[in-house]
T-cell receptor, first 111, second 108 residues
Framework: SAVISQKPSRDICQRGTSLTIQCQVD?????MFWYRQQPGQSLTLIATANQGSEATYESGFVIDKFPISRPNLTFSTLTVSNMSPEDSSIYLCSVQKETQYFGPGTRLLVL | QKEVEQNSGPLSVPEGAIASLNCTYS??????FFWYRQYSGKSPELIMF????GDKEDGRFTAQLNKASQYVSLLIRDSQPSDSATYLC????????FGKGTTLSVSS
């Protein structure tokens, strides 16, 4: 299994600002992923965070809006840039070991 | 066509009954299938995964896979009020692709 922590757990931000979310895993993992879960919706994959190379983004998500870092095999960050109220969501970090595990999520409200 | 489709529900069953949750997927090349449970305000937790056609049982849960029909289901026997949650079907590419989830309500 994997124990995943995320910081912050929640935040309220003003539109136009940026927020960086941190994800820490208790063991080295090759695959890390970032998901978004908008209110009342399921999980949508934003990108796969690759160690040592640029993240791989899904259709509809771009690096300028959601820059991702993956400096090592236990850590990743997701930045939500130039936020608008439509970015209000839960952002979830996930890792692949025997199967895919999820962090507790970061609840973001943009005013 | 969405990659993974589920009825959003709500699916309501009485305590002790069998709850049947269904999921279809579009990519015939999909190899791995997962069921996650998500309580309100919590992150998803894995219930079961299945790779091969047929049934896989784990306690009160049975996952069924039919690759020819591109169909996967989850049966919950002896449903309990604590089973009330949203159940997410997911298909594996490199990462998991999720359906919208089915909300299950078990009444006591």
């Amino acid at each position: 299994s994997a124990v995943i922590s995320q910081k912050p757990s929640r935040d309220i931000c003003q539109r136009g600002t940026s927020l960086t979310i941190q994800c820490q895993v208790d063991s080295q993992v090759t695959m890390m992923f970032w998901y978004r879960q908008q209110p009342g919706q399921s999980l949508t994959l934003i990108a796969t965070a690759n160690q040592g190379s640029e993240a791989t983004y899904e259709s509809g998500f771009v690096i300028d809006k959601f820059p991702i870092s993956r400096p090592n095999l236990t850590f990743s960050t997701l930045t939500v840039s130039n936020m608008s109220p439509e970015d209000s969501s839960i952002y979830l970090c996930s890792v692949q070991k025997e199967t895919q595990y999820f962090g507790p999520g970061t609840r973001l409200l943009v005013l | 066509q969405k990659e993974v489709e589920q009825n959003s529900g709500p699916l309501s069953v009485p305590e002790g009954a069998i709850a049947s949750l269904n999921c279809t997927y579009s990519d015939r090349g999909s190899q791995s299938f997962f069921w996650y449970r998500q309580y309100s305000g919590k992150s998803p937790e894995l219930i079961m995964f299945i790779y091969s056609n047929g049934d896989k049982e784990d306690g009160r849960f049975t996952a069924q896979l039919n690759k020819a029909s591109q169909y996967v289901s989850l049966l919950i026997r002896d449903s309990q009020p604590s089973d009330s949650a949203t159940y997410l079907c997911a298909v594996s590419r490199t990462a998991l692709i999720f359906g919208k989830g089915t909300t299950l309500s078990v009444s006591s």
